[in-house]
């Protein structure tokens, strides 16, 4: 699950001394204040951490004011990639499944929604059957069919007009890439996927080519929503989606305002999953995370849709004035940098891990925010929600002991066994106006400079991330060779976090997410090996076994497992944070206080 990513002016990273100086102050104030109780309305420090905090205050009624420096990448359910877009898309579209609407682990869970039931499986795990709901609409009342579920999830093979949302589906479904998607389908329906079947308007079946174990995890994405053929826009319909849930559009200006009223078609009766409490939902966008963070202080706004923590001035006001508004909880992300092979010398494994033990890791998590808003030192690549997941007892690199502070000299030794003794020239990109990522690239750059590793650092517009850093034909002629970014699970296994970024075909054009063009038939052999592995211990021993040649490759140096600090405003009720969402707040059945 790609985090959000932010925009603005292309520009050189020499502003960002002073953001690192700001962290460093930050990340010494970990504690104190003096809300922890919660005065003001505030429920107390960590009250919605991995539980539900004021769900007997929750009145129907009033305006949810979301604020965020960052847009959707689309508001598309095809084509959304951002793990806020698809906490927020539940509010518009519904699913076959969904997450359950319950704190921490348990929100991973899959429960029925547009389907009266889980999935009846049978053929080995290779065929799904699902039956749809009584009195499922459309915004405009028509009913919400078979049909419309299995043409909304052909749009995924459109890639060529709806690319940048994740693409299991189509993987699972149709292997061989036989189809060749809905705006190119021969069949006068357009329903030409073989792999799915709709006998009639309530039944819907799956028939995939190999089992795959987490087939039902991708159907609760935000992808497999349904779209009525005669609504669809194509690469225009994240502009205005047509709604089959609670809330529809009302107005969206990109980059400034969204606003989401009821949608007087929704029948409670027919949707086990929402609440519905607010009349409104809006989003306002800035283009200033400090200017942001302010008016969520002062109370003008409910929640940061965003969901990445407070950025650190605002952080250091309210750890010190308002702790009672804040959470703690461990995201899901790893945040890392990433070594892509087609730029020289990253090619060669001795000068990506010369990298990996020139850098000062703990300079890294305290740019990150420390150990409270940054999190624990990242030693690995499979986050702590992930099953076969070894946290920092699985350090190959001794980034949280003895080279916690970078090893100069071992550095020098991977250098010299690269061919580049006297070190190299290379380029950071980064995503701009997002100062802890900035902050980041700042620090790996003082680190390296001590090992040889003369580093650039280049700022990039965030909102145009799929064409740039999604670009290996990009990625190649701007010569980035290492790259920032964070990553969540798309469902919280090793398949729904690392498919994406270590299988080989997973590779891909635009929108590429693995960036250090991993091409290991090996990993490729261990993720075949997983997805028809129905036993859940066997399914762990891989995970860790993927992990671990992840590691061993040095494809990837990671910074820390995050944690940030969230704001939760004093209007807010009904809140949790859900491991569905990489620790986010669920934002389906936040409500107002009465």
Known sequence: MTTQRTTGRRKQAVAAAGVVAALLATAACGGGGTDEGGEGGAAGFNAANNKVAQASEVKKGGELKFAGVQDADSWDTTRGYYGFMWNFSRYYSRQLVTGKTEPGAKGAEVTPDLATSTAKITNDGKTYTYTLRDGVTWEDGKPITSKDIKYGIERVWAQDVLSGGPVYLKDVLDPKGEYAGPYKDKSPDKLGLKAIETPDDKTIIFNLPAANSDFEDMLAMAAASPVRQDKDTKSKYGLKPFSSGPYKFQSYTPNKKLVLVRNENWKQASDPIRKAYPDKISLTLFTNANDMDQRLINGDYDL???????????????????????????????????????????????????????????????????????GEIGTNMLPPSVPGAEGQKYDPYESATANKKGNVAKAKEALKACGQPNGFKTTIAVRNNKPVEVATAVSLQASLKKVGIDVDVEQYDGAQTTGIIGSPSNVKKKGYGIIIMGWGPDFPTVQGF???????????????????????????????????????????????????????????????????????????ANVYTTDNYSGQYDFVNLGLKK
């Open 304 to 374: 940061d849709i965003n969901q990445t923590g407070l950025s650190p001035q605002g952080r250091t006001t309210a750890l010190k004035e308002h702790k009672g508004n804040l959470d703690n909880p461990v995201s899901g992300y790893i945040r890392y940098a990433v070594f892509p092979q087609t730029v020289k010398p990253f090619d060669n494994v001795n000068c990506r891990k010369a990298v990996i033990y020139g850098a000062d890791h703990e300079s890294l998590q305290t740019a990150r925010g420390g150990p409270v808003a940054g």
């Open 498 to 572: 690392g498919l994406p970024l270590w299988n080989s075909k997973y590779i891909l054009e635009s929108g590429n997410n693995n960036f250090a063009m991993i091409n290991d038939k090996t990993i490729d052999g261990l993720f075949a090996d997983y997805v028809t592995e129905l036993d859940d211990a066997k399914k762990e021993q891989l995970s860790t076994e993927i992990n671990h040649k992840v590691m061993e490759g040095g494809y990837y140096l990671p910074f820390v497992f995050e944690k940030f600090i969230n704001w939760r405003g004093n209007n807010l």
